[in-house]
């Protein structure tokens, strides 16, 4: 088991920045690839970005290509998101997600570990 534990919401002005960290404990020797996802009320779950195992790969999803960056550091078993240029429209409740791969993709059905959840809520 593989516990995903995330930090870094919380309320932004829309322009503003925030830094989403996802913290992994538990069974973390396997080599996953990690996603962060998001869900807004009454809205699917989607995928906002991916990353490879060793950081050599990444997607995004156009929503966000250009204001956000996923990274991760695997001596700290931590995958990041890094937002910037925050629109309302980016309200939702983000998710870390661990693939059952090294390569990872969009599809949240590939995903095996789900982190609880933190709040981005950004006003305008």
């Known amino acids: 088991q593989v516990q995903l534990v995330e930090s870094g919401g919380g309320l932004v002005q829309a322009g503003g920045s925030l830094r989403l960290s996802c913290a992994a404990s538990?069974?973390?020797?396997?080599?996953?690839?990690m996603a962060w996802f998001r869900q807004a009320p009454g809205k699917e779950r989607d995928i906002v970005a991916s990353i490879t195992w060793s950081g050599s790969s990444t997607y995004y999803a156009d929503s966000v290509k250009g204001r956000f960056t996923i990274s991760r550091d695997n001596a700290k078993n931590t995958v990041y998101l890094q937002m910037n240029s925050l629109k309302p429209e980016d309200t939702a409740v983000y998710y870390c997600?661990?693939?059952?791969?090294?390569?990872?993709?969009?599809?949240?059905?590939?995903?095996?570990?789900w982190g609880q959840g933190t709040q981005v809520t950004v006003s305008s």
């Open positions: 997600a661990a693939h059952s791969s090294y390569w990872g993709g969009p599809n949240s059905s590939e995903y095996v570990y």
């Open positions: 538990g069974r973390t020797s396997g080599r996953n690839a």
